[in-house]
């Protein structure tokens, strides 16, 4: 009987866009991932949860474009990444496949947060850990409910689109939520990417002082 992520469920409740995950997709990803993420996506899909403020990514569309952040930095040699979570802000939530490193990567700050550490737990209690996320993770630490208001405001995202600043904050853009729109979150991103300098990345507690 497949597992269901009942926490997960009950945090975020029913999908708001329910997009099945295709048998042949599941097929294609079965090889590479633990059978118990197979269950989770063929029960939750690749679907929009709480109008767009999450939607868990399917690896074949986003991988792509998570390497593009990934290349050159740290997490590159630490293991095989595929996204399993995006933000409306911008933020992943990533999964390596070898050994259940867990980082979090904000694109809008340019930089990552994980540990060196190889987790000594299984790779299904590493896949659970990463499905007991809440909506509170997706929502920016500065002014979380002005946030909000925005993100309201733009409602519903599909699970291709996002907020982006407009100008991006590295071509002079302000951090004023009031600048944030809804954007094709494959072409902001890559675009973001190429004027991104080096991604800064928090891996231990010395990392934050470097």
Known sequence: MPAIPQYFLKQW???TQRIEADEAVLAQLAPSVPPLLIDYWRH???SVFKDGLMSLCN???WKPLIDEWL???ELEQLDVFIPVMKGVYGEFKLFGI???FRP???T???GYIGSREIPEIPLDVVIKVLFMTQPDDFLPATDPDDFMQVFHRHAPFGPQEMLGYVPALPLGGSRDYA????????AYLSMLRQITGELKGVMEYADIYK
């Open 13 to 15: 409740g029913e999908p």
């Open 44 to 46: 939750l899909g690749f």
């Open 59 to 61: 690896p074949l569309e």
């Open 71 to 73: 290349k050159g930095t």
């Open 98 to 100: 070898n050994y259940g």
């Open 104 to 106: 979090k990567l904000s």
């Open 108 to 110: 809008v700050n340019g």
């Open 179 to 186: 600048k944030l729109q809804k954007v094709d979150a494959f």
